[in-house]
C-alpha cells in the first residue's frame, strides 16, 4: 500500500526547533519529488519545500521559511525530513508530506502532523 | 512569483447541480504543470486533476478540468453529496497554491 506517515509535531516555543518525518511505504521515496506542504488553522495550503528525486541536488524554499527550514532524504530510511528552525508563531500549521512521481503534481500525500509554536 | 487566484470564494450549490470553479494566474502557467486538489475537513487534500486535463487515478469522469494560458477551470458535472469540500489549483512545483474555493451544500 503507498502511504507516507508524517511524525515531529507538537508544540514548541517561540525560537525553537522541531524536526518533521515522513516515511513513505510501498513506493521508494528516491524515486519520487518530495514536499512538504504547511496548512495554518482555518487557511489554504502554502507550499514549504521541495527536494527532487534520485540525488536530491534541486532543493526549493518558501521564501518565508527560507533560511529556517532545512528539507533533507535519507533513502535508507524511505524518509524525507523538514528540520525546522527559529520557529514563529505563524509557523503553527498541520504539516503535510506529498510526493510527486512524475514532477508534475503531488499525487501522495500523508495525514499531517500538527506544529504548534506558543509559549 | 506567479499567483493564482481562485473564484468564487465560496460556491453554493445543491447535489445534482453542476460546478464551475475558475483559477486564473498572473502570468501564463504551462499547462502540463496546473493541477486540482479537493480537500475534505480534516483530510489530507487529494490530487483530483493534473496537467489541467488529466483525471488522477480514481477520479470520476464528472470532475473535469481545462483551459491553458492564464485562465483554468475545474467543472463537476453532476454535484454528489461527497463533492462538497475546497477545492485548490496549484502550478506544481515550487510556487503557491490558489486561495482555494469551497463548495458548499445550498
Known amino acids: 500500500q503507498v502511504q507516507l506517515v508524517e511524525s515531529g509535531g507538537g508544540l514548541v516555543k517561540p525560537g525553537g526547533s522541531r524536526r518533521l518525518s515522513c516515511v513513505a511505504s510501498?513506493?521508494?521515496?528516491?524515486?519520487?519529488?518530495m514536499s512538504w506542504i504547511r496548512q495554518a488553522p482555518g487557511k489554504g495550503l502554502e507550499w514549504v519545500s521541495y527536494?527532487?528525486?534520485?540525488?536530491?541536488?534541486?532543493?526549493y524554499y518558501a521564501d518565508s521559511v527560507k533560511g529556517r527550514f532545512t528539507i533533507s532524504r535519507d533513502n535508507t530510511e524511505n524518509s524525507v525530513y523538514l528540520q525546522m528552525n527559529i520557529l514563529r508563531a505563524e509557523d503553527t500549521a498541520v504539516y503535510y508530506c506529498?510526493?510527486?512521481?512524475?514532477?508534475?503534481?503531488?499525487?501522495?500525500w500523508g495525514q499531517g502532523t500538527v506544529v504548534t509554536v506558543s509559549s | 512569483e506567479i499567483v493564482l487566484t481562485q473564484s468564487p470564494g465560496t460556491l453554493s450549490l445543491s447535489p445534482g447541480d453542476r460546478a464551475t470553479l475558475s483559477c486564473r494566474a498572473s502570468q501564463i502557467v504551462s499547462s502540463s504543470y496546473l493541477a486540482w486538489y479537493q480537500q475534505k475537513p480534516g483530510q489530507a487534500p487529494r490530487l483530483l486533476i493534473y496537467g489541467a486535463s488529466r483525471r488522477a487515478t480514481g477520479i470520476p469522469d464528472r470532475f473535469s478540468g481545462s483551459g491553458s494560458g492564464t485562465d483554468f477551470t475545474l467543472t463537476i458535472s453532476r454535484l454528489e453529496p461527497e463533492d462538497f469540500a475546497v477545492y485548490y489549483c496549484q502550478q506544481y512545483g515550487y510556487s503557491p497554491f490558489g486561495g482555494g474555493t469551497k463548495v458548499e451544500i445550498k
Open positions: 527536494i527532487s528525486s534520485h540525488d536530491g541536488a534541486t532543493i
Open positions: 506529498a510526493a510527486s512521481e512524475a514532477d508534475n503534481a503531488f499525487d501522495i
Open positions: 510501498g513506493f521508494t521515496v528516491s524515486d519520487y519529488y
